[in-house]
């Protein structure tokens, strides 16, 4: 049996994974985080992407996809905290498609008085959705 760690995956509104993990793969602010069991503890904020899961005696991949967040590291147990969460199966590639259009047109247009800030942001949540997509695809 492979050793695991105990993961918890909790949005706003709800709490979308807790159980048990060989590995978690998170969207750190530099880079693709690996966790496995008995990591060193870690704080770290999240930018917008997909947490990959590996599960125990299952073949697939669990895949959420997160708005940014925090992920907390402790000796046997993983916390992800996440304003927004989606299951990878969940996902709506028409809307996050529209999301992506409607971002990008509101930075184009210099006249309109946008929070350029929060567009860039809805922008990059909504590229992340796309790229959760695009890897849950590859892994069924």
Known sequence: MAMTIHVDIVSAEKTLYSGSAEVVIAPGQRGELGIYPRHTPLLTTLKPGSVRIKVPDQAE??????????????????????????????????????????????????????????????????????????????LT
């Open 61 to 138: 991949e669990e895949l959420i996809y997160v708005s940014g967040g925090i992920l907390e590291v402790q000796p046997n147990v993983v916390t992800i905290l996440s304003d927004s969460a989606i299951r990878g199966a969940d996902l709506d590639e028409a809307k996050a498609l529209e999301a992506m259009r409607a971002a990008e047109e509101a930075m184009k247009d210099k006249a309109a008085k946008i929070d350029y800030a929060q567009a860039q942001v809805e922008l990059a949540q909504a590229v992340a959705q796309l790229a959760a997509i695009k890897k849950l695809r590859k």
